[in-house]
């Protein structure tokens, strides 16, 4: 039969309160209106009426009812009509006339408490005691909330278009798929928590690629190597290459004087190495003095000006684009992130720290601050040791020299000369140091004594030896080893000297340091300059999406100390009522004609966990492009209002229609479970309501006495189940398991040749003396089953307004129709 829909509207009019709102045309359209708001559309379907009024007002109404009937908007009206009928008898159902099809139908409730009946029976199985009055309306707030289903008022309309006068008693035999009250507080409360609390594993790291990774410092740009933003002709680039060639320089000429060459040269070869290890020193100056400059006019703490842009094109520095860095694209990189953390259901704490983690990382230090940087990696001190360099001196680490010396000493006492040889090497040892110390009181004292304690040891080595006895032939060749040693040591003491004067000139720093400002340089280019304005407008779009989460979660932390407050324990709900439940059988209960069914499990927190991260979704979703556009403005934006609102719409949501139907915020999604998996409903039960034993059941909403009215004969009353849509699929496999065929319904071909009399109706479901015609419902809160059972002929009248005195009573009043037994039933 009719399957769901989405955009059709039943609107509740309570007569018994909003006459005048139906009297005046205008507050009528806001009626309408009101009622769309309430269910949370801009645009539906409002021509289904269900009109509440009792049965001693109905002539009264006239003119309302009237009002309604000739309203444009409205195509079908439905009265529920409580109150026993007037008269002493209290056997006419008096009706304006404008209650007629094929308009307007009518359900007569004599008793909202209702009795145990089956059509064909002559008296009443059964009372029951809901501790409420016969026409206590709050008793029907399930019959109610069911005919607010549009698919079960249209069947309800149409049953009722075929039967006399359009007018029935109705029976009723409800199941509700929805958990008690406490335990859907207590569920949603875990949802709730679920979504504001701070997790256990925080992920506040960067997720792999991405332009949000090259701001925030873990990638560098794709495709953009750093010759395309500091070209060789730069000024920058130049003033670097300058540096490296002087202290390349230096360092080349420094080599060449630590051999021979330099021991032998005359002094001003040393001035000239001394005047290069300077100029290396300027250049290294100027070098540093340059970056420092345009660090400083180029700072990019809030991005670039046009003075700092004229000043980089000044020193030729070019900043090409780095795809994907425009406002509108890291905005829409940064949308991505975070609805993707919200469909993969992380908690908002988690989402708010990684935004706040990405701003703090891409917000742009700026170039300035990196001038103590520049100063740390070539200090002042550097540069005037460099320019203005210590001569070279003798260290005390002579062991090289040393060794040589002992050779040359012990060599020239063994040879031919005994002492004077031994006296010869060390005045060219003497005068080696001297050479290379540059004056005999520049010779360190240490030094000089631990020379002359070498030779006097080697020395007097080469004595003893010579006293032992020396060949002859042996006198050249020790001759010529003193003079080689001697040389040797001259030589170790000069390229050591050199190799100090190196370190204490500077020299050997300067070439790290001078490579050390490039790196600051290159880094100033790519992090300070090329991304300064796309990481300045993405950190303060990063910090404004993290007020705006923030406040959802704020706002939804304080809506959980809310239902942690309505979600009392168990134990403190006291002992449960005896004899049945609230007169309207509110859910965890049941009556004879409600029942609730369902439990809270792991299905239901899932969907509810899924629905609040579907929530905060649509409270940023009008945000989105304003705050992306100006993060100025997040600040103003009625956040926590929204929230507010949409929480609402949510409560209401559960409330109306339950939790099985998609919210109305929520995305559409295939995966939702049914009612049956989302609240642990046992199908079989809805079958076993549905089928002839429990067609039986229902509660027929009259009196014992009211019996009478009606036509009690067994195949005049109309009836139709209801199931949720969601529910169809499974609602066959488990016919087929209770009937024991093990064959779905709706998954077999009809019989060939078969036709809807042979035992199947036209939507392929058993024949109605099995189960009845089934009206598949968009909301999954109810299934059961709706009985019709028309009055007995001559209980219903029409009244039209001529006939009607102003009191609004009939001015004939006609024979009371017959108590006979109708044909067929029993009793």
Not at 237 to 259: F, I, K, N, S
Not at 318 to 333: F, N, S
Not at 512 to 526: C, K, P, S, T
Request: one cysteine or more.
């Amino acid at each position: 039969m009719n399957g769901p829909a989405d955009d059709r509207l039943v609107v509740c009019i309570d007569l018994r309160h909003e006459l005048d709102d139906v009297m005046d045309p205008d507050s009528l359209d806001e009626r309408f209106r009101e009622a769309m708001r309430d269910a949370h559309v801009r645009s539906a379907d409002v021509s289904r009426v269900l009109v509440i009024d009792t049965v001693g007002s109905l002539l009264q109404h006239h003119a309302a009812y009237e009002r309604l009937c000739s309203n444009a908007l409205v195509s079908t009206l439905l009265c529920l009509a409580v109150g026993q009928l007037p008269g002493p008898d209290g056997r006419v159902l008096d009706l304006p006339s404008q209650l007629r099809p094929p308009m307007a139908a009518t359900l007569w409730v004599g008793d909202v408490r209702g009795i145990g009946w089956r059509p064909g029976q002559g008296r009443s199985l059964s009372l029951t005691d809901a501790d409420i009055a016969a026409d206590d309306i709050t008793g029907l707030e399930p019959l109610i909330d069911l005919l607010k289903v549009a698919e079960v008022f249209d069947e309800t309309v149409s049953t009722l278009g075929e039967l006399p006068s359009a007018v029935a008693s109705p029976a009723l035999r409800l199941l509700v798929h929805e958990v008690p009250d406490e335990d859907l507080i207590r569920t949603e409360l875990q949802a709730v928590n679920e979504c504001v609390s701070l997790p256990d594993d925080l992920r506040t790291g960067s997720a792999p690629g991405g332009v949000l990774d090259v701001l925030a410092g873990y990638a560098a740009p794709d495709d953009l190597a750093l010759e395309d933003c500091l070209p060789e002709d730069s000024l920058l680039r130049q003033a670097h290459w300058r540096c490296v060639e002087r202290l390349a320089e230096a360092d080349d000429r420094l080599t060449r004087m630590t051999g021979w060459r330099g021991l032998l040269a005359p002094p001003a070869h040393l001035a000239a190495l001394g005047e290069s290890v300077r100029e290396a020193g300027h250049a290294l100056a100027d070098y540093r003095d340059v970056i420092e400059q345009t660090f400083e006019w180029a700072d990019g703490r809030a991005g670039l000006d046009a003075d700092g842009r004229d000043h980089l094109t000044h020193m030729g520095i070019r900043l090409p684009h780095v795809q994907g860095t425009r406002p509108e694209e890291i905005g829409a990189e940064l949308r991505e992130r975070v609805t993707t953390r919200l469909r993969r259901r992380r908690p908002l704490p988690e989402i708010v720290s990684w935004l706040r983690d990405f701003a703090e990382r891409s917000v742009p230090a700026g170039s300035a601050a990196q001038l103590d940087r520049l100063r740390r990696v070539c200090p002042d001190t550097l540069l005037d040791t460099l320019v203005d360099p210590p001569p070279p001196s003798l260290g005390v680490r002579i062991v090289r020299a040393g060794a040589w010396s002992a050779v040359a000493a012990l060599a020239a006492a063994a040879g031919p000369l005994g002492i004077w040889g031994a006296l010869l090497v060390l005045a060219l040892l003497a005068a080696g140091a001297v050479r290379t110390a540059g004056s005999p009181a520049a010779v360190p004292r240490v030094t000089a004594g631990a020379l002359a304690g070498i030779w006097l040891t080697g020395s007097a080595a080469g004595l003893a030896l010579r006293s032992a006895g020396v060949p002859a032939w042996a006198d050249v060749p020790l001759l010529v080893l003193a003079l080689l040693a001697t040389a040797l040591a001259a030589g170790a003491l000069w390229a050591a000297a050199l190799g100090r004067w190196r370190t204490d000139s500077g020299l050997a720093e300067a070439a790290e340091a001078g490579e050390r400002l490039g790196e600051v340089l290159d880094r100033g280019v790519l992090r300070h300059w090329l991304l300064a304005d796309a990481r300045a407008g993405a950190s303060d779009q990063a910090r404004a999406l993290a007020h705006l989460v923030q406040a959802v979660c704020t706002t939804l932390t304080e809506f959980a100390g809310q239902l942690g407050r309505r979600a009392r324990p168990a134990w403190e709900d006291g002992p449960p009522r005896t004899g049945g439940t609230s007169p309207a059988g509110g859910r965890g209960g049941r009556t004879q004609a409600v029942e609730y069914v369902g439990q809270a499990g792991l299905a239901l927190q899932t969907t509810l966990a899924g629905d609040m991260a579907d929530l905060v979704a649509e409270v940023l979703a009008p945000y989105w492009e304003v705050v992306l556009r100006d993060p100025s403005s997040a600040a103003g934006l009625p956040v926590a209002a929204r929230t507010d609102e949409l929480m609402r719409v949510f409560q209401q949501h559960l409330a109306q229609v339950g939790t099985t139907p998609t919210p109305p915020f929520a995305s559409a999604s295939a995966g939702r479970p049914d009612p049956a998996t989302l609240v642990g409903v046992d199908l079989r039960r809805i079958v076993d309501v549905l089928r002839r034993d429990g067609r039986d059941d229902a509660l027929q909403l009259c009196s014992p006495d009211q019996l009478r009215v009606l036509d009690r004969a067994p195949g005049s009353s109309q009836g139709f189940g209801f199931v949720p849509h969601a529910m169809q699929g499974a609602f066959w496999k488990a016919l087929a398991d209770v009937s024991g065929s093990g064959k779905v319904p709706g998954d077999r071909p009809r019989p060939a040749g078969a036709v809807p009399g042979d035992g199947w109706t036209v939507d392929r479901s058993p024949d109605p003396a099995a189960l009845p015609d089934i009206v598949w419902t968009a909301s999954g809160r109810f299934a059961g089953l709706l009985r019709l059972v028309p009055l007995s002929t001559g209980a219903v009248r029409t009244v039209w307004p001529e006939e009607a005195d102003t009191s609004g009573t009939s001015r004939q009043t006609p024979a009371a129709p017959p108590a006979a037994h109708a044909p067929g039933e029993t009793g």
